[in-house]
Nanobody, 116 residues
Framework: QVQLVESGGGLVQAGGSLRLSCAASGSDISIRHMGWYRQAPGKQRELVAVITTGGSTNYADAVKGRFTISRDNAKNTVYLQMNSLKPEDTAVYYC??????????WGQGTQVTVSS
């Protein structure tokens, strides 16, 4: 059984920062790419950022220059450093992992709320 456990969400004022973490646990975990998605009320889930095993990254235009994704392969953990947060960043943030043997897994989601 594979689990993705997220942490780090919360309430922050506009201009502030938060750091999200997502740790994958279970047996025989080999991870291809990992990423973060978000879903705001009434909207579809959208990609925020993705990182490959080798460290290549890709970001949504809306977060470029403000968010940074990173990973620790030894800990099977992915991070999302979010700076200069805006009210429009308010959403539930989901961790995503593409696993070699188990396919795609999602975390339970963590709420990020940015007040104006």
């Amino acid at each position: 059984q594979v689990q993705l456990v997220e942490s780090g969400g919360g309430l922050v004022q506009a201009g502030g920062s938060l750091r999200l973490s997502c740790a994958a646990s279970g047996s025989d975990i080999s991870i291809r790419h990992m990423g973060w998605y978000r879903q705001a009320p009434g909207k579809q889930r959208e990609l925020v950022a993705v990182i490959t095993t080798g460290g290549s990254t890709n970001y949504a235009d809306a977060v470029k220059g403000r968010f940074t994704i990173s990973r620790d392969n030894a800990k099977n953990t992915v991070y999302l450093q979010m700076n200069s947060l805006k009210p429009e960043d308010t959403a539930v943030y989901y961790c995503n992992a593409n696993l070699v043997h188990w396919g795609v897994y999602w975390g339970q989601g963590t709420q990020v709320t940015v007040s104006s």
